[in-house]
């Protein structure tokens, strides 16, 4: 009783009564808020007060600052979205505070891996054997058929005939363009970019190679992604339209092939236009064949005369071909005498080969070949028209002309199979069907390629004679001349390629030696590098490697020795051409570089750019870096006004080049200047004042003059016909007996300039007394002003020939302000001045190159 009251005898106890009728009410509230009518409440036991009910509301105590009164933002909108708090007017109305996600849509794509008729795994091994891989380029003027040759061979390796029937419409009837990705080369119907594909052929005996394609550009602007090609491959094949014949383009290239040593192979392409359009009979359809394939052989002998039957093309030799890209159909000469092999059995491929072309004459009635034309009565005619043209031109009216109830017995006879409802198709739709079958698969192609075409352990030699800078006796060399995959890796790199979002490059080259793999530490050496100059040369690590199949790419762990491959990760430092070995090389040898890439034309058409907001100034020089990377030889640079100048080939380079500027790597709204072409400089007549260049100790001095060359110089170092690497020799005895310069005056060529190619002469021209040991040991740097020289011309700063005194002047500069060994103490004595007031250099320049 005394826990009942306190100290100060106030009841703290707990009424009995009250306490059971505030239980009852409180018992028999809850039975009227739970159900209609009063009902006796169960039972509840400790573990069931310890039970939460996730479904209803719960009795359990919560604190206050555990409460929630409103849901959470990944409550309301889930998990996966991102949640982003910010204060007032920390952004302008017109900027959103959750930027959409940009989509560019500027190339065609395959959404998965489209199926195809062979293995890839089989690919990837295929390239493990270098001698049965093929690289190749497919060049030649506008719209002769190049992207359709190769949907031709995609269409031959790709199971992709199920979307193709999809198509309603306009697109039905739309040529495929597999490798023309880009908007632009779409909505125009021309090539843009080189495109490579790399496919697994087989050859007329069924053996399978790797074939390693670029489909390049036709039109002439765009011949840099032909150079830039052709240094990565091993041949060319040149395709020409059988009725335009030779153009100015396939000109250019045949002639850039010659120079640079390219073995190359001939497709006449377009065959059904001589039956369908010109209508020609097969006389004449001959001899317009026969004049297209002299064109193509006199242009190779006007280039280097005397080259004669080594660079001879010819179909009896086996290295033209004949194709109609539209009709999906090609052959030579041994895969059509291989037709008639399969009919008769005593017929020898090879033997009735070499009589299907030429002035060689089938007599039916004797059935004997002869080279004596027989006389009209007697129907001989020649082996070509006989075997070849007729019964492709019969096949042609058959087709077209008959119904399909006579139609039927025919192809029948041939060993032609269609559907019913195939012979109701329309005619051009019916004559594609018959001639994929009465010829087969491009196995003519393939034969022809593998024949005349080079393996890359084969071309190997050759070309690192042409383009690497190093010596060729060394560990690296050897490993690059076998395509040795154990040996260290070396990639050469000559195009870049924009990735989806347009935000960095993928690097396409060559593998020459060892095997890329992923994740790989790697140098990156720029054109710049030299082993006396490392600046231009970065660390980097590959990303993923690639093969290259234009609308997707293949992911691999590996691409050994030989092959083509796309590289990401190191495209950072790389702006035109690069080559990538590895961090340290074997025995601590010197990293040589391969040569920039040779173009045949030049950037002559040049406009400024500039923002017209000019808050957007850096975004629009990260696109003009961008641009430099992605065009081979557009040039960017800003003069001294201050304006930002880009430098193309054409009218049409310049649409493609600022269209990519402004919705694919800038994307932004930007003012161009009116277009204007480069200037030309030249020297007309021999220097009024001596040029010379000191020294800072003041005691070496080096004089300049400079003089017009003769009619004709330019032009033969220009096309090759003489070069520095011919030797001293060689070089003095060419202009000793083709130009009558004085036999020591010839030997003491220095170099041509700007380049190897370049249309100027540096000759040493110092009297005897001058000591020549001492000369000759900064002859590099004095090559190196002169390059220097000739390539800036000082006028306009124009790379063409420079002008008399000014361009000495800025030689003279440019020898007083390098670091030459005799400047640096290395020669103490005034007395050992390398050229005195009354001996000097002389510079001969050339005439201003016209442009092409």
Same mark, same amino acid.
């Given at each position: 009783?005394?826990?009942?009251?306190?100290?100060?005898?106030?009841?703290?106890?707990?009424?009995?009564?009250?306490?059971?009728?505030?239980?009852?009410?409180?018992?028999?509230?809850?039975?009227?808020?739970?159900?209609?009518? $009063?009902?006796?409440?169960?039972?509840?036991?400790?573990?069931?007060?310890?039970?939460?009910?996730?479904?209803?509301?719960?009795?359990?105590?919560?604190?206050?600052?555990?409460?929630?009164?409103?849901?959470?933002?990944?409550?309301?909108?889930?998990?996966?979205?991102?949640?982003?708090?910010?204060?007032?007017?920390?952004?302008?109305?017109?900027? $959103?505070?959750?930027?959409?996600?940009?989509?560019?849509?500027?190339?065609?794509?395959?959404?998965?891996?489209?199926?195809?008729?062979?293995?890839?795994?089989?690919?990837?091994?295929?390239?493990?054997?270098?001698?049965?891989?093929?690289?190749?380029?497919?060049?030649?003027?506008?719209?002769?058929?190049?992207?359709?040759?190769?949907?031709?061979?995609?269409?031959?390796?790709?199971?992709?005939?199920?979307?193709?029937?999809?198509?309603?419409?306009?697109?039905?009837?739309?040529?495929?363009?597999?490798?023309?990705?880009?908007?632009?080369? @779409?909505?125009?119907?021309?090539?843009?970019?080189?495109?490579?594909?790399?496919?697994?052929?087989?050859?007329?005996?069924?053996?399978?190679?790797?074939?390693?394609?670029?489909?390049?550009?036709?039109?002439?602007?765009?011949?840099?992604?032909?150079?830039?090609?052709?240094?990565?491959?091993?041949?060319?094949?040149?395709?020409?339209?059988?009725?335009?014949?030779?153009?100015?383009?396939?000109?250019?290239?045949?002639?850039?092939?010659?120079? /640079?040593?390219?073995?190359?192979?001939?497709?006449? &392409? *377009?065959?059904?236009?001589?039956?369908?359009?010109?209508?020609?009979?097969?006389?004449?359809?001959? +001899?317009?064949?026969?004049?297209?394939?002299?064109?193509? &052989?006199?242009?190779?002998?006007?280039?280097?005369?005397?080259?004669?039957?080594?660079?001879?093309?010819?179909?009896?030799?086996?290295?033209?071909?004949?194709?109609?890209?539209? =009709?999906?159909?090609?052959?030579?000469?041994?895969? +059509?005498?291989? =037709?008639?092999?399969?009919?008769?059995?005593?017929?020898?491929?090879?033997?009735?080969?070499?009589?299907?072309?030429?002035?060689?004459?089938?007599?039916?009635?004797?059935?004997?070949?002869?080279?004596?034309?027989?006389?009209?009565?007697?129907?001989?005619?020649?082996?070509?028209?006989?075997?070849?043209?007729?019964?492709?031109? *019969?096949?042609?009216?058959?087709?077209?002309? !008959?119904?399909?109830? #006579?139609?039927?017995?025919?192809?029948?006879?041939?060993?032609?199979?269609?559907?019913?409802?195939?012979?109701?198709?329309?005619?051009?739709?019916?004559?594609?069907?018959?001639?994929?079958?009465?010829?087969?698969?491009?196995?003519?192609?393939?034969?022809?390629?593998?024949?005349?075409?080079?393996?890359?352990? /084969?071309?190997? #030699?050759?070309?690192?004679?042409?383009?690497?800078?190093?010596?060729?006796?060394?560990?690296?060399?050897?490993?690059?001349?076998?395509?040795?995959?154990?040996?260290?890796?070396?990639?050469?790199?000559?195009?870049?390629?924009?990735?989806?979002?347009?935000?960095?490059?993928?690097?396409?080259?060559?593998?020459?030696?060892?095997?890329? @793999?992923?994740?790989? !530490?790697?140098?990156?050496?720029?054109?710049?590098?030299?082993?006396?100059?490392?600046?231009?040369?970065?660390?980097?690590?590959?990303?993923?490697?690639?093969?290259?199949?234009?609308?997707?790419?293949?992911?691999?762990?590996?691409?050994?020795?030989?092959?083509?491959?796309?590289?990401?990760?190191?495209?950072?430092?790389?702006? *035109?051409?690069?080559?990538?070995?590895?961090?340290?090389?074997?025995?601590?040898?010197?990293?040589?570089? +391969?040569?920039?890439?040779?173009?045949?034309?030049?950037?002559?058409?040049?406009?400024?750019?500039?923002?017209?907001?000019?808050?957007?100034?850096?975004?629009?020089?990260? %696109?003009?870096?961008?641009?430099?990377?992605?065009?081979?030889?557009?040039?960017?640079?800003?003069?001294?006004?201050?304006?930002?100048?880009?430098?193309?080939?054409?009218?049409?380079?310049?649409?493609?080049?600022?269209?990519?500027?402004?919705?694919?790597?800038?994307?932004?709204?930007?003012?161009?200047?009116?277009?204007?072409?480069?200037?030309?400089?030249?020297?007309?007549?021999?220097?009024?004042?001596?040029?010379?260049?000191?020294?800072? &100790?003041?005691?070496?001095?080096?004089?300049?003059?400079?003089?017009?060359?003769?009619?004709?110089?330019?032009?033969?170092?220009?096309?090759?016909?003489?070069?520095?690497?011919?030797?001293?020799?060689?070089?003095?005895?060419? +202009?000793?007996?083709?130009?009558?310069?004085?036999?020591?005056?010839?030997?003491?060529?220095?170099?041509?300039?700007?380049?190897?190619?370049?249309?100027?002469?540096?000759?040493?021209?110092?009297?005897?007394?001058?000591?020549?040991?001492?000369?000759?040991?900064?002859?590099?740097?004095?090559?190196?002003?002169?390059?220097?020289?000739?390539?800036?011309?000082?006028?306009?700063?124009?790379?063409?020939? $420079?002008?008399?005194?000014?361009?000495?002047?800025?030689?003279?500069?440019?020898?007083?302000?390098?670091?030459?060994?005799?400047?640096?103490?290395?020669?103490?004595?005034?007395?050992?001045?390398?050229?005195?007031?009354?001996?000097?250099?002389?510079?001969?320049? %050339?005439?201003?190159?016209?442009? @092409?």
């Amino acid at each position: 009783m005394d826990d009942l009251y306190d100290e100060f005898g106030n009841f703290i106890g707990e009424d009995a009564d009250a306490s059971e009728e505030e239980s009852q009410h409180g018992v028999d509230a809850g039975a009227y808020l739970d159900d209609d009518y $009063p009902e006796e409440a169960p039972e509840t036991t400790g573990q069931e007060l310890m039970e939460v009910d996730d479904d209803g509301p719960s009795n359990a105590v919560i604190l206050h600052e555990d409460k929630q009164y409103y849901p959470t933002a990944q409550q309301v909108y889930g998990a996966d979205v991102e949640t982003l708090v910010q204060e007032e007017d920390a952004q302008p109305l017109s900027q $959103p505070i959750i930027a959409p996600v940009e989509v560019k849509k500027f190339s065609v794509e395959e959404v998965d891996l489209p199926p195809v008729y062979f293995d890839r795994r089989f690919m990837a091994d295929l390239m493990n054997f270098p001698d049965q891989i093929r690289n190749i380029a497919l060049a030649g003027h506008l719209h002769h058929g190049k992207t359709a040759l190769m949907d031709m061979l995609v269409l031959e390796t790709h199971n992709i005939a199920d979307r193709l029937e999809k198509r309603t419409g306009k697109k039905r009837d739309e040529q495929l363009r597999y490798t023309d990705t880009h908007v632009m080369e @779409r909505d125009r119907g021309l090539s843009v970019k080189a495109a490579p594909m790399s496919l697994v052929l087989q050859s007329t005996k069924g053996k399978s190679h790797l074939f390693n394609i670029i489909d390049t550009p036709g039109h002439v602007n765009f011949v840099d992604e032909v150079a830039a090609s052709l240094r990565l491959v091993d041949g060319l094949a040149l395709v020409v339209d059988v009725v335009e014949g030779v153009q100015v383009n396939t000109e250019q290239i045949i002639k850039h092939a010659v120079l /640079e040593n390219i073995p190359m192979t001939l497709i006449i &392409n *377009k065959m059904d236009r001589l039956i369908l359009e010109l209508r020609l009979p097969p006389s004449d359809a001959y +001899f317009k064949l026969r004049h297209v394939v002299e064109e193509v &052989n006199t242009i190779i002998e006007n280039t280097i005369p005397g080259s004669g039957e080594s660079k001879r093309l010819s179909p009896e030799k086996g290295n033209v071909l004949f194709a109609c890209s539209e =009709m999906g159909w090609c052959f030579t000469l041994e895969s +059509f005498a291989k =037709m008639y092999a399969d009919s008769f059995p005593s017929v020898i491929t090879d033997e009735l080969a070499k009589r299907l072309w030429g002035d060689i004459f089938f007599n039916p009635k004797k059935r004997t070949f002869s080279r004596k034309a027989l006389s009209s009565e007697q129907g001989a005619k020649r082996s070509f028209i006989h075997f070849v043209l007729e019964p492709i031109y *019969k096949v042609f009216s058959h087709t077209i002309s !008959q119904s399909p109830e #006579e139609l039927k017995p025919i192809l029948a006879s041939l060993g032609i199979r269609l559907k019913p409802s195939q012979y109701r198709m329309d005619a051009k739709i019916l004559l594609k069907l018959v001639c994929e079958q009465f010829f087969g698969p491009s196995t003519g192609f393939v034969d022809m390629i593998v024949k005349h075409i080079p393996s890359p352990i /084969e071309a190997a #030699e050759a070309k690192l004679e042409r383009y690497y800078t190093g010596p060729l006796d060394t560990k690296v060399a050897e490993s690059m001349k076998k395509c040795d995959q154990d040996g260290p890796l070396v990639i050469h790199v000559t195009k870049l390629f924009n990735t989806v979002d347009a935000k960095s490059f993928y690097s396409f080259g060559r593998v020459m030696s060892g095997i890329a @793999r992923p994740g790989a !530490q790697v140098r990156v050496l720029g054109e710049g590098y030299s082993v006396d100059d490392e600046e231009d040369m970065v660390m980097a690590t590959i990303g993923s490697v690639y093969i290259a199949e234009t609308r997707y790419n293949v992911e691999t762990d590996g691409i050994p020795a030989g092959s083509l491959a796309l590289l990401s990760g190191i495209d950072n430092s790389i702006v *035109k051409s690069a080559t990538v070995i590895p961090p340290k090389l074997e025995d601590d040898e010197d990293a040589y570089i +391969f040569k920039p890439v040779s173009h045949f034309t030049e950037s002559v058409l040049k406009v400024a750019v500039e923002p017209i907001n000019p808050s957007e100034l850096p975004k629009m020089l990260d %696109g003009l870096r961008k641009i430099n990377k992605s065009y081979p030889l557009v040039t960017t640079k800003v003069e001294e006004s201050g304006e930002h100048i880009v430098l193309g080939t054409g009218e049409l380079y310049m649409d493609c080049v600022l269209h990519d500027l402004r919705r694919l790597y800038a994307d932004m709204e930007i003012k161009v200047s009116d277009p204007v072409t480069r200037f030309c400089e030249t020297v007309d007549e021999m220097s009024a004042t001596k040029c010379y260049a000191e020294t800072p &100790n003041k005691r070496n001095k080096i004089t300049m003059i400079a003089e017009p060359l003769d009619d004709g110089i330019a032009e033969d170092i220009e096309s090759s016909r003489i070069n520095m690497r011919d030797g001293a020799r060689k070089v003095g005895k060419f +202009f000793q007996d083709k130009y009558g310069w004085d036999l020591l005056a010839a030997r003491s060529i220095w170099a041509f300039g700007p380049d190897e190619m370049g249309p100027n002469i540096l000759q040493d021209d110092t009297l005897a007394e001058v000591d020549k040991t001492l000369l000759r040991s900064v002859r590099e740097t004095i090559r190196q002003g002169f390059s220097w020289a000739t390539r800036e011309g000082p006028l306009c700063e124009e790379r063409k020939s $420079p002008s008399i005194s000014f361009t000495l002047f800025y030689f003279a500069a440019f020898l007083s302000k390098t670091s030459l060994p005799y400047a640096s103490g290395a020669f103490h004595n005034s007395k050992e001045e390398l050229a005195v007031s009354s001996s000097c250099a002389r510079a001969r320049i %050339g005439p201003p190159t016209p442009f @092409r």
